[in-house]
């Protein structure tokens, strides 16, 4: 099909010596795609979107934004009272965090229920990884900008981990600040930051995309793709598809953008930052909160101090994740013929909102105690479970091919012939 | 010039060209050493550039005047953009701190070695856990199992000599560098 040349001249003339369109013809339009893709698959076109949306009103937003201690939250209140559309630009970035970590939590789920991570994909799989840690970067020093109570305390207690590493921490950690404490050299900094990360996520989505169309979208059966009579062509089929699911998210954000916009702040993120002041209970953003348990639910282990344990912890719970591919021995991608990891998937999701139900709340009494078991859990998940699965589960049959299911009796030689009338209406 | 070039470095070499050290792996490992090398000194202004800079290294001294400070009153004073406390303690306090068994403590340190004066402790009123702000600075805050400062984001609790003494934070509250100047002056920094 890549061979067919262009009608128009000027088109022709371009793509002869740029070939931009054919390139998105290939990628965009002709790209053959499993056809048994679910609604789980919208995710990933979703999330991308989220990323030019955040993008999009951040450089608008920091047209009318001062990084400086003393103007920084003034500054923020000026868009919400005085600057043209401000308040909506901000809610919408501020809703926008959440529902980004939201389609990329669901996406990520989605790769561990059908084994998106196993071979052939395990670079793409990394490459989310590192996405997911850059966009944690990005919004973490996002909300420190508005400089409220929560910004500045977030700030202070997330960048003193670095005080954990032996011998070196303490000078880290002042490097990091450009002072002694969290100040104005450290909202300058991380105001330029904020705005760089989100193209070097770019850069790395761009990778991504890459690496996907080079091992191509896995899909519900987990089973490689026998021949054509197995794929659609990404448009129409599958971009009317996204589109759905653009609708139903816009929806959803808009609503809370309009009629709840400070469901997911903090009452106390309205409160100028004071240095000398700390909240009572100072909470992550809920995106992070799994991780918040992680990080204090560790005591001292052994001659490591709980400081420093809770933040190998944390960095391991998600460095762990690299390594899956290689943890999970199962031969078998999706969960669906998986019998005993379809349920301990769901026990995982399970673990994971309860993780974040512990990070909620004071590391105290009974949530200490949840907050490290399910800790112990996640990590029992990752490093017991899934190599041992790969053993002992007996998977049911695999399907011939992505045909047979869908279309009854028709194999991987019959399915063609099943598959071309479709093929042809279009 | 190029071709000489050439032709001297080939004169110059062994005749087996496929194995062994060569003048041209060492031209590589000299070229990669000397580019590495170059390009660690170019990174240092990028990395040093974000340490602290010099007028705020220069914040780093503060003069405290100690007169209005009664028995048993504890003050806050700014010291590098850090809340210090000074805390004129009172005989039982002193007593609390002196008493204590060293061997009870996580991060054992007589009380003499933490103070220059008994009657004044200075210490920087950064919690050492996460670096939240230690409440016990008022009458109406709560102050913590061992009567002296208690930490709010985790539940650090600290006793009248700034030691920490049950909860998650590793190490004592930091005492500062200071010096009494008169018997009513200190200069912390």
Known sequence: ?426 | MIDWLWTMTDKSQPVDHGKGETRRDFLYVATATFGTLGAAFAAWPLIDVMNPSAEVRALSSTEVDLAPIAEGQRITIKWRGRPVFIDRRTPERIRAAESVDLDALIDPQPDSARTQRPEWLVVVGVCTHLGCIPLGQKATDPWGEYGGWFCPCHGSHYDTSGRIRKGPAPKNLEVPPYEFLDDSTVLIG
Request: hydrophobic fraction near 50%; charge should be neutral.
């Open chain 1, 1 to 426: 099909m890549s061979e067919r040349t262009w009608n128009n001249r000027l088109i022709k003339w371009v793509d002869d010596r740029l070939p931009v369109f054919t390139i998105l013809k290939n990628e965009l339009i002709d790209y053959p795609t499993p056809k048994n893709l679910s609604y789980w698959w919208n995710f990933g076109s979703l999330a991308g979107v989220m990323l030019v949306i955040m993008t999009v009103t951040g450089i608008f937003l920091a047209m009318h934004y001062t990084p400086h201690v003393d103007l920084a939250f003034v500054s923020v209140e000026r868009i919400m009272r005085d600057v043209n559309y401000g308040w909506l630009l901000r809610y919408i970035h501020l809703n926008g965090g959440s529902a980004f970590f939201l389609v990329v939590y669901i996406h990520l789920f989605r790769g561990l229920y059908y084994g998106s991570y196993k071979s052939p994909r395990e670079v793409l799989w990394w490459l989310g990884l590192i996405i997911l840690i850059l966009m944690m970067a990005t919004a973490f020093m996002g909300y420190v900008l508005p400089w409220g109570q929560m910004s500045f305390w977030a700030a202070t207690v997330i960048t003193s981990l670095f005080t954990a590493i032996p011998f070196v921490g303490e000078t880290i950690t002042t490097w990091l600040w450009g002072g002694f404490t969290v100040g104005n050299p450290t909202l300058n900094r991380f105001y330029s930051l904020h705005y760089l990360l989100p193209f070097v996520i770019f850069a790395v989505v761009f990778l991504h995309m890459l690496a996907l169309h080079t091992s191509k979208s896995n899909n519900p059966l987990g089973i490689d793709v026998k021949g054509p009579q197995d794929t659609l062509p990404f448009h129409p089929y599958y971009t009317v598809k996204d589109l759905l699911g653009l609708g139903v998210l816009l929806a959803i954000l808009m609503g809370f953008v309009f009629f709840a916009p400070n469901f997911f702040g903090e009452p106390e993120n309205y409160i100028p930052a004071d240095p000398f002041l700390t909240p009572a209970h100072i909470v992550p953003e809920w995106y992070f909160l799994p991780f918040y348990a992680i990080l204090r639910a560790v005591p001292d282990i052994w001659f490591i101090p709980a400081k420093l344990a809770g933040l190998m912890a944390m960095a391991a719970s998600l460095l762990i994740l690299f390594a899956l591919p290689w943890l999970d021995t199962s031969k078998v991608r999706s969960a669906r013929f998986r019998p005993i990891y379809k349920q301990v998937f769901w026990i995982l999701v399970v673990d994971c909102i309860v993780l974040g139900w512990a990070g909620a709340n004071p590391p105290e009494g009974i949530y200490l105690i949840v907050g490290r078991i399910a800790t112990a859990y996640y990590f029992f998940h990752f490093l017991i479970l899934m190599p041992l699965l790969g053993f002992m589960e007996r998977p049911h049959p695999l399907p011939e091919s992505i045909s047979e299911p869908v279309v009854k009796g028709a194999g991987a030689v019959a399915g063609g012939a099943a598959a071309e009338p479709m093929e042809k209406a279009r």
